[in-house]
């Protein structure tokens, strides 16, 4: 039977100690190398035989680890999600905690991933083995643990979602980050474009002789920042839900509100020049813009094009292209999230969009009804990630707690 106990003192022993041999391990993207990682969540299923393995290498070296478990009842079946790789460490010296080291101080295990997203992989690997433990349910749960989430996860769980047989089902809970209360049922969406400038170099003195690059190439970025006035037209379950948790006292504040909700464009990559008294012969710039529910991809990019009209010194094209994604709040899975989640820890939760990116946008762009629902973001893709060794046992309760509402209707 799947029900929402108290964890013992050995659970929480052998969920922080599996989270702490995750972020042990180097899994930074690029170049996205998951094998030691799905061989770790692998064994931590080898009591289990009951649940079935398969490992999946799309592209080396990004290993895809699906866990499969079967209730012998029929009823639906549910896909729990999870990434192994993580951002780059970055620079070192500015931890003060070493990365890889899994180091536990106050109450929280500290190195890159534990809050995004090892930790929460931990949480979905100790619930399938407790669901496994407690015997027949209704219907099936199947565990897609993925490389290359932090490059778009297109060799990660696209991959999978396109080629293992086993990934199919009713509804998805992708375990990123978010909070445990936060029942995560929206993405903004994202265009990548590269610009280039071809110009003329001459000596700085002689900028008459030259033809600047960069000078053309900022002025082109600049003139891009007119699109992040452009207002969506957001269908009304999404207005309703974003505006309803903006008066939630633990969501999201009024700036991340208002980031959700509003077109961005940050210029990631700026390179050009060679000294500074030449004028630059050529000059590159990389641009993320991120699309909220209301808008669509093309809009966005057919704006782009008629303000680079104006600059016909720059070339672009796009890199990366995701429509926003929305799951209705009217979902029986976001309904049972919601009453899962506050079954589990006593306290109101409640339905929102997100700020960045996750697989979500994959399972939905696939047809899913899809969750997020996951650990706080707590130094996210900075030194000193950590997360919160109460928020892990709390999100192995909201977990199941959930399972048991979808896969035995309680």
């Known amino acids: 039977m799947i029900h929402a106990s108290s964890q013992s003192d050995k659970d929480r022993a052998e969920l922080v100690a599996m989270a702490q ?4 391990l180097d899994s930074q993207t690029p170049p996205s190398d998951t094998r030691a990682m799905a061989d770790l969540a692998a064994s931590f299923f080898k009591h289990h035989p009951q649940i079935k393995l398969t490992f999946y290498e799309g592209v080396a070296p990004i290993m895809n680890l699906v866990a499969e478990l079967d209730g012998e009842q029929p009823g639906p079946r549910t896909v729990l999600s999870g990434h192994m790789d993580t951002y780059p460490i970055g620079q070192v010296e500015d931890w003060s905690f070493d990365p890889l080291g899994g180091k536990i101080d106050g109450g929280r295990i500290y190195g890159r991933g534990s809050a995004d997203m090892k930790g929460a992989v931990a949480v979905l690997i100790a619930v399938l083995r407790d ?6 349910f ?22 999978l ?7 199919y089902g009713d509804g998805v809970l992708v375990a990123d980050v978010g909070g445990p209360s936060a029942v995560r049922i929206g993405e903004k969406g994202m265009l990548w474009i590269d610009l280039s400038v071809k110009g003329r170099q001459a000596h700085g003195a002689h900028v008459h002789a030259g033809k600047n690059a960069l000078d053309r190439l900022i002025d082109a970025v600049t003139a891009l920042r007119e699109i992040e006035g452009i207002h969506p037209n957001p269908p009304a379950d999404a207005v309703n839900v974003i505006d309803a948790a903006s008066g939630v006292d633990h969501a999201d504040g009024p700036s991340a509100r208002k980031t959700m909700t509003r077109v961005t464009m940050n210029l990631g990559t700026l390179h050009g020049g060679l000294t500074a008294n030449l004028v630059p012969p050529e000059a590159t710039a990389g641009l993320d813009i991120r699309i909220p529910i209301g808008l669509t991809t093309s809009e966005v990019r057919n704006a782009v094009q008629c303000i680079l009209a104006e600059h016909p010194d720059v070339t672009w094209k796009v890199s990366r292209c995701y429509e926003p994604t929305w799951t209705n709040s009217s979902e029986p899975l976001v309904q049972a999230c919601l009453t899962g989640s506050e079954r589990a820890l006593g306290r109101t939760s409640w339905t929102d969009s997100r700020i960045g990116g996750s697989d979500s946008r994959l399972w939905r762009r696939a047809g899913y009804p899809c969750v997020a629902i996951g650990l706080t973001a707590s130094n996210l893709g900075a030194p000193n990630e950590f997360c919160e060794i109460e928020e892990l046992v709390d999100l192995r309760k909201v977990y199941t707690s959930i399972l048991s509402e979808i896969h035995l209707g309680s």
């Open 21 to 24: 041999a995750m972020v042990r």
């Open 161 to 167: 979602i396109d080629n293992a047989p086993e990934i």
């Open 138 to 159: 209704k219907g099936s749960i199947v565990l897609a643990l993925a490389g290359d989430e932090e490059r778009m996860g297109e060799l990660g769980t696209q991959w």
């Open 131 to 136: 669901i496994a433990d407690r015997g027949p």
